[in-house]
């Protein structure tokens, strides 16, 4: 019995396996696969989508849509910057402004 239940927990990451692998070659998401590919619960994005938020889809005024490279924009919006980073950024900063003067 033990050796049947543990095919079928394989079988069943198998099929979430794949389920993910076809969310990566669709270009428009309905809501429930983008939940999934954002990783985030319905009603958490129900909040984005209320607040526009987040970029959406909804052409019949009822179901959403979302494209899945916006949410990828969206995924990356506030990065976080190491240390590196932003010195280079300063050092960056103050060269060219240096050469403004001159």
């Not at 909804?58 to 979302?66: A, N």
């Amino acid at each position: 019995m033990a050796k049947h239940h543990r095919i079928i927990e394989k079988l069943e990451t198998i099929e979430r396996m794949l389920e993910e692998q076809n969310l990566l070659k669709k270009e428009v998401l309905n809501f429930s696969e983008a939940c999934l590919y954002i990783g985030c619960s319905q009603s958490h994005l129900y909040k984005l989508t209320s607040k526009k938020a987040i970029p959406h889809f909804c052409p019949r005024g009822k179901r959403l849509y979302f494209k899945r490279s916006e949410l990828d924009l969206w995924l990356l919006r506030n990065p976080s910057f190491t240390s590196g980073d932003i010195t280079n950024q300063a050092d960056e900063y103050l060269t060219n402004k240096g050469k403004l003067k001159l």
